[in-house]
């Protein structure tokens, strides 16, 4: 992620960040140009999906099956293994 100096628009390095919650940090930046030496604080936070994780997709479906009862579980298991 490239961070810009607000006050010269030069480069600006991230000294250190601050994770607020898990979509939420405080990032705290330098401006690389030594002439301007100003420092000062970025927010970074989530937005937006875009396309949905398939991590959460599968783990959906891992709770759904464990929901099943075992008989409907083992029919599940017979049809995915003719897969």
Do not use: W
């Not at 480069?11 to 030496?37: V, W």
């Not at 579980?73 to 049809?79: I, K, V």
């Amino acid at each position: 992620m490239r961070v810009i100096c607000p006050e010269c628009g030069q480069k600006a390095c991230i000294q250190k960040s601050n994770r607020i919650t898990a979509r939420h940090a405080d990032l705290y930046c330098c401006c690389c140009d030594p002439e301007c030496g100003h420092t000062f604080v970025m927010n970074l936070s989530y937005s937006h999906t875009l396309s949905p994780s398939a991590k959460t997709t599968n783990q959906m479906v891992l709770n759904l099956c464990k929901a099943l009862p075992p008989e409907t579980r083992a029919e599940l298991q017979h049809e995915l293994s003719m897969l």
